[in-house]
């Protein structure tokens, strides 16, 4: 972790700026906290059956009256980790994932002499993209429920509960928390009978099959009849990713607007990380318009990505990159060099003007 990269947070409503070591130093004893920040949670409420808490691995299950199993996990957020990004992160862990019950995440922050309260949704499907992933040995854009620094700013500077799309609670109050604890637990059902495929085989089937479902490129089958510069696009595809990613991969923005053409989704654009036209396309033997090569970007990012100065740019690529590319990636693209790419986005958008844009 880069000790020289400074983040913004919160002591005694007030933005302050610490390293990664003085936010552990002010974060230390929040450990210390779980055991009681687990007895208000649990003695809220009643009749529950086969009580389990582990102080050591911070986790509590128990079964509800209507034989809901629920597990909870108690969370230090962590910064994260990348320079200029001020979003905070509960990370994701393989083990986390138990077949059968609703798995939630409580997330305790030290703002100063107070705490913040976070309580994600059901992260069942979070963990198991998470596994899924081809990054999931190494962690990667997927390893962390993230919590906008925007949202806890606007609960901590003015003490209110703020709730995002995807229904997250952050609150100062922990008697709100409990309460919306379980709304969740009484709205919501995992199927008992639901299998989790197992960790290892979904790994090695990534690294078996991902380059196999990676298609070669077909020229009569993706150039434009009209336009024989122009390359057709998956538009499936593009409405798929845009359901999985629903956060920018630059800047992690999690809410836009509501999308007419998505049925409400948050508004984001689905962008090729190697550009996907016919000059860059000759240069590689699979097809660019996968899935592996796609990205959501919120508005903002997807036009600083084409039209910023050079060495912006650059910088947008190259993070871009990081969380792209990964082993995978390189047996489906051998052909791929971060210094070649970088390359082609200066020459390609060099004299871009408002023209559409991928």
Known sequence: MNNSIKYKVFKDKKIVEMTFKEYNKLQKNVKNEYNSLNEVIIGNFNGLKNVNYDDKKNWVSFETQDSKKILIHYMNPKNSGIEDNQA?????????????????????????????????????????????????????????????????????????????????????????????????????????????????NDILFNEITLEQNVMDFNYDLSVDKVNKNKLIRNTALVEEVLKELQICALCNKESTFPSKKHNGL??????????????????????????????????????????????????????LGNLVVNDNFKKIYPEYNIEKIIKIYSELYKQEGDRDYD
């Open 88 to 200: 905070k992160r509960l990370a994701l862990k393989s083990q986390h994932l138990v077949t059968g019950y609703q798995i939630y995440y409580v997330g305790l922050m030290k703002i100063g002499l107070n705490n913040l309260y976070i309580l994600s949704p059901i992260v069942n499907k979070n963990i198991e993209r998470y596994i899924a992933s081809s990054k999931a040995k190494k962690g990667g854009s997927y390893s962390s429920y993230w919590i906008g620094f925007s949202d806890i700013e606007k609960c901590i500077m003015g003490d209110i509960d703020v709730t995002d799309s995807d229904n997250n609670l952050l609150t100062v109050h922990l008697d709100k928390l409990v309460k919306r604890l379980f709304e969740h637990i009484k709205q919501n059902e995992v199927s008992k009978e639901e299998e989790i495929l197992d960790i290892f």
């Open 266 to 319: 948050n508004y984001f654009e689905v962008h090729h990380f190697i550009p996907y036209n016919y000059k860059t396309q000759k240069k590689f033997v699979k097809t660019l318009d996968s899935k592996q090569n796609l990205v959501a970007l919120c508005p903002e990012c997807h036009k600083g990505i084409h039209l910023s100065e050079k060495e912006f740019q650059k910088s947008m690529v190259i993070k």
